[in-house]
Structures are given as structure tokens and as C-alpha cells.
């Protein structure tokens, strides 16, 4: 299984470096677009839908969402409107501050989320915005690379965290919903997100402040280890392990998408923000 992982999460990460820097932004969108609706699909399992008709309209009304997105924001546009787009990453932000809550207070908290309607809109709160993020970064100039800084700055958090976790994790995080994750370790992601971002800084990002910068980093970073904990809640109150097959060793889309889910808006609405 290890050595499935290994070989999968390379070529995943290989793969998505090559379509970030060398695809056009139109087709970028267009894959992205695709790989959400695979999550959406199995986001409608976690959320308790057994009707495949029902999991296919799921996914059909998401696609509806992300056109109205796009029309909203004139994101594929000459100009898009960044006034629209902050105001999506803001309501995006909010949710997660609601996650929050849904995730400290759990198994109280499901009693106001686990039904499956509830379930389904959490499911467009927490896709439909990354989505809309990843097309937003990659129309910048240069989005290219604030990209594959967002997914380093994941990688960072989640590396960072594991180390520190198995060297000195002692308090749980979140024991109802992921027993394995530690204060320690969410500690020390933090920290080597933030050194990962101040040399990022200094050799690339240097015109904006430091301090707004770092800001920017870690509220992703915080909000990376949420969108984990998010769908490790959703899959324990579901009762399954993984959100799929789709990826050997891995399990589904969403258990790689998971804390990119989250961290992608907040990286988006901070640069609009701090620019």
C-alpha cells in the first residue's frame, strides 16, 4: 500500500505541476472544472445519496453553479470583477469559519449539518469556491506560479505537521473526528509554512509587506488543516474510510482535495485583499 501511495501521489503531483505551467488558462479551467465534478459525485455519496440519478443531477446543478460563477464574476472576461470575486472568497471564508465550529463541536454539531440537504450545500460551499479560486490565481499574471506555490504551501503545512506530529505529538487536535492529528503537529506545519513562505518572499513576492504576506499564509495554512478535518468529520458521521477508489492508495478525489478545498479561497481572497 505504501509503496501504491508513493507512486500515485508522484505522479499526481507531477501531473498537476505540468497542467498548471504548461497548459493554456482556458483549457486549465476546463480540467478543473472536470476533476470538481468528479468530486462533486463523490461528495453526493458522503452526503448520503444512494440514487445515482440523483448523484448525476447533483453534479449536473454543480456544473450549473460554476457557469453562473463564471458569468458572475466575468472571470473568463477582459476585466473580471474583482469586486464579485472577493465577495464569493468572503462568503467562502465565513463557511469555514462555520466548519470551524462544525468541526471542535462534533458529534453535537450534526445534529444541524448531517442531514442530506445540509450536506449537499456544504459539499458546493466547500468545492465550487476552490474551484473558482484555482481559475481565478491561474488568470493572473504569473498564476502559473502563485499556484504551484499554493499546492507547495499545502504540502509545507501537511509535511511540517506530520514531522513534528510523529516527533512530539502528545495533545489530540481533534480526537472525535481525526484521533491521529496533534496540537504539536498542527504547531509545526504552521511554523514551516510560514519559513517556506518567507523565502518565497524574499526571492519572489518581495513587493508586497511581509507581514501582509505571511498574514495571507497562514490563514491558508490554517485553513488547510480544516478543510482535512472537514471531510475526515463528513466520512466518520458517513461511516467510510475513503471518499472513493478513483486513486490507488489515495482512496478519491476528495481525499486529495480535501485541505486544498479549503486553503485555495482563503489564498485567493488574501491576494485580493493585499495587492
Known amino acids: 500500500m505504501l509503496k501504491q501511495r508513493i507512486i500515485t501521489g508522484s505522479l499526481l503531483a507531477i501531473g498537476a505541476v505540468l497542467a498548471f505551467t504548461l497548459l493554456p488558462a482556458y483549457v486549465?479551467?476546463?480540467?478543473?472544472?472536470?476533476?470538481?465534478?468528479?468530486?462533486?459525485?463523490?461528495?453526493?455519496?458522503?452526503?448520503?445519496?444512494?440514487?445515482?440519478?440523483?448523484?448525476?443531477?447533483?453534479?449536473?446543478?454543480?456544473?450549473?453553479?460554476?457557469?453562473?460563477?463564471?458569468?458572475?464574476?466575468?472571470?473568463?472576461?477582459?476585466?473580471?470583477?474583482?469586486?464579485?470575486?472577493?465577495?464569493?472568497?468572503?462568503?467562502?471564508?465565513?463557511?469555514?469559519?462555520?466548519?470551524?465550529?462544525?468541526?471542535?463541536?462534533?458529534?453535537?454539531?450534526?445534529?444541524a449539518w448531517g442531514a442530506i440537504p445540509a450536506r449537499l450545500v456544504i459539499g458546493w460551499l466547500t468545492l465550487l469556491p476552490a474551484w473558482l479560486a484555482f481559475a481565478y490565481l491561474r488568470m493572473q499574471p504569473f498564476g502559473e506560479r502563485k499556484i504551484v506555490f499554493l499546492l507547495g504551501l499545502v504540502a509545507a503545512a501537511d509535511i511540517?505537521?506530520?514531522?513534528?506530529g510523529k516527533a512530539f505529538g502528545k495533545h489530540k487536535l481533534a480526537p472525535a473526528v481525526s484521533p491521529g492529528k496533534s496540537w504539536e503537529g498542527?504547531?509545526?506545519?504552521?511554523?514551516?509554512?510560514?519559513?517556506?513562505?518567507?523565502?518565497?518572499?524574499?526571492?519572489?513576492w518581495a513587493a508586497l509587506p511581509l507581514l501582509a504576506w505571511l498574514a495571507v499564509v497562514a490563514f491558508?495554512?490554517?485553513?488547510?488543516?480544516?478543510?482535512?478535518?472537514?471531510?475526515?468529520?463528513?466520512?466518520?458521521?458517513?461511516?467510510?474510510?475513503?471518499?472513493?477508489?478513483?486513486?490507488?492508495?489515495?482512496?478519491?478525489?476528495?481525499?486529495?482535495?480535501?485541505?486544498i478545498s479549503a486553503a485555495a479561497p482563503i489564498f485567493a481572497l488574501g491576494l485580493l485583499l493585499v495587492k
Open 28 to 111: 486549465l479551467v476546463g480540467l478543473l472544472a472536470l476533476v470538481t465534478l468528479l468530486a462533486c459525485w463523490e461528495w453526493s455519496d458522503l452526503a448520503g445519496v444512494k440514487s445515482l440519478a440523483l448523484r448525476a443531477l447533483y453534479c449536473l446543478l454543480s456544473l450549473g453553479a460554476m457557469a453562473l460563477l463564471l458569468e458572475l464574476t466575468q472571470l473568463l472576461g477582459p476585466v473580471p470583477d474583482n469586486t464579485t470575486l472577493r465577495k464569493v472568497f468572503t462568503v467562502a471564508a465565513a463557511w469555514w469559519f462555520v466548519a470551524l465550529t462544525c468541526v471542535t463541536t462534533y458529534p453535537r454539531s450534526a445534529s
Open 160 to 164: 511540517g505537521a506530520y514531522f513534528s
Open 186 to 204: 498542527f504547531w509545526g506545519g504552521l511554523v514551516f509554512s510560514l519559513l517556506v513562505a518567507t523565502l518565497v518572499w524574499w526571492f519572489y
Open 220 to 259: 491558508t495554512a490554517l485553513a488547510s488543516v480544516l478543510g482535512d478535518l472537514l471531510e475526515s468529520m463528513v466520512k466518520r458521521h458517513r461511516g467510510v474510510k475513503d471518499s472513493g477508489n478513483l486513486l490507488p492508495g489515495h482512496g478519491g478525489i476528495m481525499d486529495r482535495f480535501d485541505s
